[in-house]
């Protein structure tokens, strides 16, 4: 299987390779042709540790730095424990891993991304005026935006719990990143990012802005993140970007084949009915719902051709075994999957 998981949609990079100015048009079509480069990579559906790798305990963490070219993984910055040096998109980088793996640890007990001490490994300065990040396998891989549209990829703490997340679903549940499976992976990265983002920031579930990306976009840009969990076909509406496309419901379920099946579109349906379980349940969402969606993607149960409807199955049956049958759990989590229109 060849992986390769980016953050941005392809409906949202085609739009500014139409409808972009000539500077806007040029970063992204370098950008979609190294992407390509890459998925023409030999990638590997399992987790694969960096050369960097070595034995330790806890978390590790290794910064480098590309220098705008696209060699990976690049010389090293920043290794786990160091000072931070005079390089924002560094430390943010390296606060991310962090945070990403803080989550994981604390409220799941998982020890990294394979669960096996994986030392997290990130790449920053990737490329010229490269408008992506992606998870590769391996490592993160950081972009630095064209100041067109797009800012500096390690300025928004979710995207990086998105893209490490692909790691933590490669490893458990195998999803294949094609229709409904594809989404629901997708969803899955959307949905532990924004608990790193409040995990992070102590908020409740009230407290979040339920957002994707936030802070990606340049002040040219009318919208305010890549996707709202929230409310899913609101996050932006741009002259350039065009209307945020994504669904919240299974009755507008988008039948393409286009970004294999359309992952990145019909994420908002599990999206939002993870907010929705969230919401009703209020305190820390990583709490009981965050709960029940983690011990659901390492559920037997859930295999690689998962769909929406048998992963919510699965949702509800794990809500009964961790909080009780009839729960308020368990109630607001078929609740919220009624609301969406997966369950009856």
């Keep these: 299987m060849r992986l390769l998981c980016t953050i941005l949609p392809p409906h949202l990079t085609d739009a500014v390779a139409r409808n972009g100015g000539p500077a806007e048009r040029e970063a992204i079509l370098d950008t979609l042709a190294v992407d390509r480069s890459l998925v023409a990579m030999r990638m ?3 987790l694969i540790p960096s050369a960097l790798a070595t ?4 978390l590790a963490r290794t910064i480098c730095d590309a220098k705008n070219s696209e060699s990976l993984p690049g010389g090293e910055v920043r290794g786990e424990g160091d000072i931070a040096i005079d390089d924002i998109t560094v430390t943010e980088a390296y606060d991310g891993l962090g ?9 799941y007990g998982r020890d990294s991304v394979d ?18 990040a992606f998870w590769n396998g391996s490592q993160m891989v950081f972009g630095d935006g ?17 893209e490490l997340t692909h790691g933590v679903t490669q490893d458990e549940a195998g999803l294949i990143y094609q229709n409904q ?30 957002l994707i990306g936030a802070g990606l976009f340049t002040d040219r840009v009318r919208g305010v993140a890549l996707r709202s969990m929230k409310a899913p076909g609101t996050a932006y509406d741009d002259p350039v970007l065009g209307k945020d496309p994504q669904p919240a419901r299974m009755s507008d379920y988008v039948q393409t084949s286009r970004d294999n099946g359309g992952v990145h579109l019909n994420s908002g349906i ?12 209020g305190g820390y969402a990583w709490e009981r719902a965050g709960r029940i969606w983690y011990e659901s993607m390492r559920s037997a149960k859930v295999r690689p051709t998962t769909g929406f409807a048998r992963f919510a199955g699965v949702t509800v049956d794990v ?25 009856p």
């Design 319 to 343: 809500a009964g075994q961790l909080f009780g049958v009839g729960s308020a759990e368990q109630q607001a989590i078929r609740g919220a999957w009624n609301e969406v229109e997966v369950l």
């Design 181 to 210: 499976p594809g989404a629901l992976n997708e969803s899955l990265s959307d949905v532990f990012g924004s608990l790193v983002k409040q995990h992070a920031l102590g908020q409740t579930a009230e407290a979040a802005d339920w």
């Design 115 to 132: 669960d096996e001490g994986l030392p997290l490994l990130a790449t920053v300065h990737y490329g010229s005026r490269y408008d992506n």
């Design 55 to 58: 034995a330790h305990t806890g």
């Design 146 to 162: 064209d100041g067109e549209l797009f800012n500096r990829f390690t300025v928004a703490l979710d995207v990086i719990g998105h």
């Design 99 to 107: 945070a990403t793996y803080s989550l994981f640890s604390a409220a």
């Design 44 to 46: 590997h559906s399992r």
């Design 270 to 281: 599990p999206n939002r009915a993870f907010y929705l379980a969230a919401a009703t349940l």
